[in-house]
């Protein structure tokens, strides 16, 4: 079995080699703007598990998906020439909806800073109005 600092080393490497590939090589229109979230591997690397998010979000998720499936054969063929291993994992995609969370706590978190100044002021104008009474 391999270790898990080995495993780390080598989704490291998947994530890398899979980023370039994709920047550089692929001519797909479908696949421009995405980005490479996450690469995890199983301990038998026999599934290597991609997770992929774009700018444009969920909207544009199963055109991707669509692409990189089409994709996976030359992808896997260009990814085992590229890092060496006595056999090569069988790719998956996956939609990360990780950055689109995100967004949408910072605007929530965005949101509760702009409401924060009116209700300290009431606040205040509560308390000058309870000394004045």
Do not use: C
């Given at each position: 079995m391999p270790?898990?600092?080995r495993?780390?080393?080598?989704?490291d490497r998947?994530?890398?080699?899979?980023?370039?590939?994709i920047?550089?090589r692929?001519?797909?229109?479908?696949?421009?703007?995405?980005?490479?979230?996450d690469v995890?591997?199983?301990?038998?690397f026999a599934?290597?598990?991609?997770y992929?998010s774009?700018?444009?979000?969920?909207?544009?998720?199963?055109?991707?998906l669509?692409?990189?499936?089409?994709?996976?054969?030359?992808?896997?063929?260009?990814l085992?020439?590229r890092v060496?291993l006595?056999?090569?994992?069988?790719?998956?995609?996956h939609?990360?909806?990780?950055?689109?969370?995100?967004?949408?706590?910072?605007?929530?978190l965005?949101s509760?800073?702009?409401?924060e100044p009116?209700?300290?002021?009431?606040?205040k104008?509560?308390?000058s109005?309870?000394?004045v009474?």
């Amino acid at each position: 079995m391999p270790t898990k600092l080995r495993i780390q080393r080598i989704q490291d490497r998947l994530h890398q080699e899979l980023s370039e590939l994709i920047l550089l090589r692929m001519s797909d229109p479908r696949l421009s703007g995405i980005s490479i979230t996450d690469v995890t591997v199983d301990r038998e690397f026999a599934y290597a598990d991609i997770y992929v998010s774009a700018v444009e979000g969920v909207s544009r998720s199963q055109e991707i998906l669509a692409g990189l499936e089409h994709a996976s054969g030359f992808l896997r063929r260009e990814l085992a020439a590229r890092v060496k291993l006595r056999t090569f994992p069988r790719l998956r995609f996956h939609w990360d909806p990780t950055p689109e969370k995100a967004d949408h706590i910072e605007e929530l978190l965005r949101s509760l800073h702009e409401e924060e100044p009116s209700t300290e002021k009431k606040q205040k104008q509560g308390k000058s109005d309870n000394a004045v009474g």
